[in-house]
Nanobody
Framework: QVQLVESGGGLVQAGGSLRLSCAAS????????AGWFRQAPGKQRELVAA???????TYADSVKGRFTISRDSAKNTLYLQMNNLKPDDTAVYYC???????????????WGQGTQVTVSS
């Protein structure tokens, strides 16, 4: 059965860094497109970063240059390295596998529990 488990969130000061992990089972990260989403209180869930099966990537303008998506196929794990964090990055972060087409990522039906990231001023 498909399972996605996010971890690595926490409380950091502005300018700090965090590395989020997404451990997957029931699906193979290396042969599926994958992405990271976040949802802040009172806001809709938004795509932060995505990666194709050929490791092409796309990022939201708000995080470009600060966040990096990657994967370790041997560990079947997806990562999100977040640097120079800002208070506006505060949200619950979720990973997902789905489909990639012309630089557009479409999430699949499976979601993990999410991991909380809080950035103080």
């Amino acid at each position: 059965q498909v399972q996605l488990v996010e971890s690595g969130g926490g409380l950091v000061q502005a300018g700090g860094s965090l590395r989020l992990s997404c451990a997957a089972s029931g699906i193979t990260i290396g042969i599926n497109a994958a992405g990271w989403f976040r949802q802040a209180p009172g806001k809709q869930r938004e795509l932060v970063a995505a990666m194709s099966t050929h490791e092409s990537t796309t990022y939201a303008d708000s995080v470009k240059g600060r966040f990096t998506i990657s994967r370790d196929s041997a560990k079947n794990t997806l990562y999100l390295q977040m640097n120079n964090l800002k208070p506006d990055d505060t949200a619950v972060y979720y990973c997902n596998t789905g489909a990639w087409s012309y630089l557009t990522y479409n999430p699949g039906p499976y979601w993990g529990q999410g991991t909380q990231v809080t950035v103080s001023s």
